[in-house]
């Protein structure tokens, strides 16, 4: 079983930068595959960013691409999410999730099975 607690949402204002942290409570396995979701009101949960413990191997949705960095810190159990240029679009409530995996970062929400409780960010216009 891992539990997995965010932190780090708050209000922005469109152009500026928050850092969302994930701490897994269980010491992260090589196996394991981390990733942020977001759901915005009215909207389907969509993957943003994913990182494979195995290598560290990162995977990035477009609409973010050049924006937003996924990191992690093995020592810390954390998984972190940078998010730069935040524009109105990007509010949404941010999860957490984990799935163990051969190596592949799984882009669908399906095949999570540890969940965070979420942390809303807001970027107001």
């Known amino acids: 079983q891992v539990q997995l607690v965010e932190s780090g949402g708050g209000l922005v204002q469109a152009g500026g930068s928050l850092r969302l942290s994930c701490v897994a409570s269980?010491?992260?396995?090589?196996?394991?595959?981390m990733s942020w979701f977001r759901q915005a009101p009215g909207k389907e949960r969509e993957f943003v960013a994913g990182?494979?413990?195995?290598?560290?191997?990162?995977d990035v949705t477009g609409s973010v691409k050049g924006r937003f960095t996924i990191s992690r810190d093995n020592a810390k159990n954390t998984v972190y999410l940078q998010m730069n240029s935040l524009e109105p679009r990007d509010t949404a409530v941010y999860y957490c999730a984990a799935a163990y995996s051969s190596g592949l970062i799984y882009s669908r929400q399906t095949s999570y099975n540890f969940w965070g409780q979420g942390t809303q960010v807001t970027v107001s216009s």
């Open positions: 990182i494979s413990w195995r290598d560290g191997s990162t």
């Open positions: 269980t010491r992260t396995s090589r196996s394991l595959v």
